[in-house]
């Protein structure tokens, strides 16, 4: 198994995101009997990305299920599994690939427990990277936040740093409905101090609930994923020139943890999103409308600034791709332009 704390002066672990998901995968399958992992590679190989290193060694292949490429064969087979009681973690190599097993998630994992009345539980995880990475062109660079995040049935998950891996995947194991997990290959190798509680067996993150990563009082940006990393980047700029932002991490994106983006906008009178996907029906808009249908829209002091990915299929070509994506300076312009 991966070494996965490395002591610090400051008495905290630090590790890796990749570290981080490891470990949150190897407590749950060492705790449930019924939790297993599936996907290419995932074994013997030891993970397309290093995220299951050492997992088949320890656990066995009873555990750790190496498969063809057949995405639609080993989420079918999941899904099915999960129906008799086992908990599946099924990995996509990346979530582009899960389109070939789409119509299993949506249409059986999450309607199945609805259509059957009750009678029928998908306890499951898809978990899996989300979004660009670097030159890995328009195929493979999609962010499926939104897509998924239209659909009764699922949750959907997207964590930022260590403390999020740990807490929101092994929440997402011993949830009983089916959950998206969605990881962002570029955040692997970042690594984080880890307290103590955050490497308990039993710590886990509240499903539905945000995180605010920074305090302020002039402006809300409200982000998730890797962008949680560009806007607290793009807040300590600006504080720098007097602008105090609020930087909410959602976490869960379905169900969106309302409250605490209402409450935030009612301080600050000003928003902005900040999302790697495309801006039609994206993350963003829907909190625009969760503004708009509530009474924070009074409290609005100027209009909502959506920053989003470019909208077309991302480049291949290394420069054009940085454009491609909103970075610090994007985040930094938007929140200027709302103070207007």
């Known amino acids: 198994m991966l070494r996965i704390v490395h002591k610090l002066r400051s008495g905290f672990a630090k590790m890796?995101?990749?570290?981080?998901?490891?470990?949150?995968?190897?407590?749950?399958?060492?705790?449930?009997?019924?939790?297993?992992?599936?996907?290419?590679?995932v074994g013997q190989y030891q993970g397309a990305y290093k995220v299951s290193k050492g997992l088949y060694d320890r656990f066995g292949k009873s555990r750790i299920w190496d498969t063809p490429i057949t995405e639609a064969g080993f989420t079918g087979l999941s899904v099915g599994a999960s129906m008799y009681g086992l908990k599946p973690i099924v990995e996509f190599m990346t979530f582009n690939f899960a389109m070939q097993a789409i119509d299993h998630v949506i249409n059986s994992a999450a309607k199945l427990h609805y259509m059957s009345a009750g009678g029928l539980k998908t306890s499951i995880v898809f978990r899996g990277i989300n979004g660009a990475a670097a030159s890995v062109a328009a195929q493979h660079s999609q962010c499926f936040a939104a897509w998924y995040s239209q659909v009764p049935g699922l949750i959907v998950l997207s964590p930022y740093d260590c403390e999020d891996a740990r807490g929101l995947l092994k929440a997402a194991v011993r949830d009983?409905?089916?959950?998206?997990?969605?990881?962002?290959?570029?955040?692997?190798?970042?690594?984080?101090?880890?307290?103590?509680?955050?490497?308990?067996?039993?710590?886990?993150?509240?499903?539905?609930?945000?995180?605010?990563m920074k305090e302020g009082k002039d402006v809300t940006i409200v982000t998730f994923s890797k962008m949680v990393k560009f806007s607290m980047l793009?807040?300590?700029?600006?504080?720098?020139?007097?602008?105090?932002?609020?930087?909410?991490?959602?976490?869960?994106?379905?169900?969106?943890?309302?409250?605490?983006?209402?409450?935030?906008?009612?301080?600050?009178?000003?928003?902005?999103?900040?999302?790697?996907?495309?801006?039609?029906?994206?993350?963003g808009a829907e909190i625009c409308s969760i503004i708009n249908e509530s009474n924070a829209f009074f409290h609005l002091d100027a209009p909502v600034v959506?920053?989003?990915?470019a909208d077309i299929p991302t480049p291949y070509a290394f420069n054009l791709e940085e454009l491609s994506f909103p970075k610090a300076h994007n985040i930094v312009e938007a929140v200027k332009l709302v103070l207007k």
């Open 234 to 283: 793009a807040a300590a700029e600006l504080e720098r020139e007097g602008i105090s932002c609020e930087v909410i991490n959602l976490r869960t994106l379905k169900p969106l943890d309302r409250n605490t983006i209402l409450e935030s906008i009612k301080k600050t009178h000003r928003v902005v999103t900040v999302e790697e996907g495309w801006g039609q029906c994206g993350i």
């Open 306 to 309: 959506r920053v989003t990915g």
């Open 16 to 41: 890796t995101v990749r570290e981080a998901i490891n470990s949150a995968m190897a407590q749950e399958i060492e705790r449930d009997p019924n939790v297993f992992l599936i996907g290419e590679e």
């Open 176 to 212: 009983p409905n089916p959950v998206v997990f969605l990881e962002n290959e570029i955040m692997y190798n970042e690594a984080f101090e880890v307290p103590d509680n955050v490497m308990d067996k039993d710590y886990l993150i509240p499903i539905g609930k945000a995180k605010i």
